[in-house]
Nanobody, 115 residues
Framework: QVQLVESGGGLVQPGGSLRLSCAVSGSISSANFMGWYRQAPGKQRELVASVTSGGNTKSTDSVKGRFTISRDNAKNTVYLQMNSLEPDDTAVYYC?????????WGQGTQVTVSS
């Protein structure tokens, strides 16, 4: 059973930075898709950024230029570097991996942007 453990969330002031990590219990070198999602209270879960096995990345318009997704296959970890954080970025952030045609989710980590 593949397990994902997110970390790095917390409380940060507007304009600040955080780096989220998602450690995967299995090898991610063949993972076709790795992504970060977020869900704010009363809103649907949305895809924030993703990276493919080939290293191609995508991000939603609201975070372009501020958030960067990356993966380290040697450490079986995917990261989300978040800069210039805004109050609207407040949400629970989830990591998802697709391995062998199956998708796996982490438990989520809370990010709160507030002064």
């Amino acid at each position: 059973q593949v397990q994902l453990v997110e970390s790095g969330g917390g409380l940060v002031q507007p304009g600040g930075s955080l780096r989220l990590s998602c450690a995967v219990s299995g090898s991610i070198s063949s993972a076709n898709f790795m992504g970060w999602y977020r869900q704010a209270p009363g809103k649907q879960r949305e895809l924030v950024a993703s990276v493919t096995s080939g290293g191609n990345t995508k991000s939603t318009d609201s975070v372009k230029g501020r958030f960067t997704i990356s993966r380290d296959n040697a450490k079986n970890t995917v990261y989300l570097q978040m800069n210039s954080l805004e109050p609207d970025d407040t949400a629970v952030y989830y990591c998802k991996v697709i391995l062998g045609g199956r998708q796996y989710w982490g438990q989520g980590t809370q990010v709160t942007v507030s002064s």
